[in-house]
């Protein structure tokens, strides 16, 4: 009876290590792949931008300057159509700016689906391992079972230069008990986040990398946040929107229901000669606009 038991608990021991790494990496997918069905989702919708471009061009002549919204036949057949308008543009940079984002969305959707296609397809090994595991008998089939998912789990990845930097760095002493705080976005990304003005600027100028991504809140206070990679390797969207949520968290917007957070490269991030602690000048920064959030923790 105690061998019998013995040989369950080992059993159970291992089964739970196996379900363990494979669901947290098929969490990780199943939140890219709700992000990017997400994105698709609107991108369907940059058709109709370009039919209200197309409307508005017809009859540009009836758009009245300064007009919030206007009302025109559909040439295309049908009732008229109710276009809201910029009052601040004029009637051609209206025009423009949908033309401009219609394309910019008709062109995103091949890579989105691409990508779509990419994840279902690492996810649904992961999902049946998972079932096989709930149902293994013995640890034979525990062994077949860690056998698959070796080859379908990432690869362990060597010791992050940004932890060598901390080791090495001269003033480790004196900062060893204020390590940056650490978030995993999709991908597998490192996120480093400052807890004050110091560690900024630590953060910033000793441990991030030139080709590292650099954010901040734009136009108020709020930690320096930096998304670790290597400078051959091009982090997805939901990684990059995923870290903005989270400089957007760290800051004095964050009660706010959309914040615009400016990133770039570490290497367009300077800081004045004399200025004070977490001050910095940007420069060929982009914006994001996003919902101040944390990742979900991995269970």
């Known amino acids: 009876w105690y061998a019998e038991r013995s040989v369950s608990a080992r059993l159970g021991a291992r089964r739970r290590e196996l379900l363990g790494g494979v669901k947290r990496e098929a969490k990780k997918l199943?939140?890219?792949?709700?992000?990017?069905?997400?994105?698709?989702?609107?991108?369907?919708?940059?058709?109709?931008?370009r039919k209200e471009?197309?409307?508005?061009?017809?009859?540009?002549?009836?758009?009245?300057?300064?007009?919030?919204?206007?009302?025109?036949?559909?040439?295309?057949?049908?009732d008229p159509v109710t276009i809201r308008l910029d009052p601040a543009k004029s009637a051609r940079e209206n025009i423009d700016r949908r033309f401009k984002k219609a394309a910019k969305g008709e062109r995103a959707v091949p890579a989105i689906e691409e990508r779509l296609r990419d994840f279902r397809a690492?996810?649904?090994?992961?999902?049946?391992?998972?079932?096989?595991?709930?149902?293994?008998?013995?640890?034979?089939?525990?062994?077949?079972?860690?056998?698959?998912?070796?080859?379908?789990?990432?690869?362990?990845?060597?010791?992050?230069?940004?932890?060598?930097?901390?080791?090495?760095?001269?003033?480790?002493k004196a900062t060893s008990g204020a390590r940056p705080r650490e978030y995993t976005v999709t991908g597998g990304?490192?996120?480093?986040?400052?807890?004050?003005?110091?560690?900024?600027?630590?953060?910033?100028?000793?441990?991030?990398?030139?080709?590292?991504f650099w954010f901040h809140v734009s136009q108020?206070?709020?930690?320096?946040?930096?998304?670790?990679?290597?400078?051959?390797?091009d982090p997805p969207k939901e990684a990059l929107l995923e870290a903005a949520a989270i400089a957007a968290w760290h800051s004095k917007a964050r009660n706010a229901s959309k914040v615009p957070v400016n990133y770039t490269e570490r290497r367009f991030v300077r800081k004045p000669r004399g200025a004070p602690a977490g001050m910095v000048t940007i420069q060929r920064e982009k914006t994001l606009f996003v919902e101040p959030k944390l990742p979900e923790k991995e269970e």
């Open 30 to 49: 199943k939140r890219a792949i709700a992000n990017l069905e997400g994105d698709l989702e609107r991108a369907h919708g940059f058709p109709l931008l």
């Open 53 to 78: 471009a197309e409307i508005l061009s017809i009859h540009f002549h009836a758009i009245e300057k300064g007009a919030r919204e206007v009302t025109l036949p559909d040439p295309y057949g049908g």
């Open 122 to 172: 690492k996810l649904a090994p992961l999902t049946e391992i998972a079932e096989d595991a709930e149902n293994a008998k013995d640890e034979s089939a525990i062994d077949d079972l860690a056998a698959r998912a070796e080859r379908h789990l990432p690869k362990p990845r060597p010791e992050p230069e940004w932890r060598k930097r901390i080791r090495s760095s001269k003033d480790q």
């Open 189 to 212: 990304y490192t996120v480093l986040v400052g807890r004050d003005n110091k560690e900024n600027d630590r953060l910033t100028f000793k441990i991030a990398g030139q080709r590292d």
């Open 220 to 233: 108020s206070p709020g930690s320096h946040v930096v998304l670790l990679r290597d400078p051959k390797d």
